[in-house]
Nanobody, 111 residues
């Protein structure tokens, strides 16, 4: 299984970004997926999760601003991030539960 995350970049507070995770070697519709993020000095934290049935869950800090999605025909996982804040800055990782990780994509939000 290979996961390749892309879409990170530099934005100003209040702007939006969309991350995508291209999946090979596994079917998106059959697995649980998540986005995590990590900032220097902190543990990797769960941002959003989607189950095979399509149920979603979000960290309190991003609920209402971020949306995780699954595009089964393209075998990708998306994360739409709106109203970005400086505290959303970090490296975002795509994760196929329980143990496959992508390489991470950097998101920087300036105030």
């Amino acid at each position: 299984v290979q996961l390749q995350a892309f879409g990170g970049g530099w934005v100003q507070a209040g702007e939006s970004l969309r991350l995508s995770c291209a999946v090979s070697g596994a079917a998106t519709r059959l697995n649980s997926w998540a986005w995590y993020r990590q900032t220097p000095g902190k543990q990797r934290e769960l941002v959003a999760r989607i189950s095979p049935a399509g149920f979603t869950d979000y960290a309190d800090s991003v609920r209402g601003r971020f949306t995780i999605s699954r595009e089964d025909t393209q075998n990708t996982i998306g994360l739409q991030m709106n109203s970005l804040k400086p505290e959303d800055t970090g490296v975002y990782y795509c994760h196929m539960e329980p143990r496959h990780w992508g390489q991470g994509t950097l998101v920087t939000v300036s105030s």
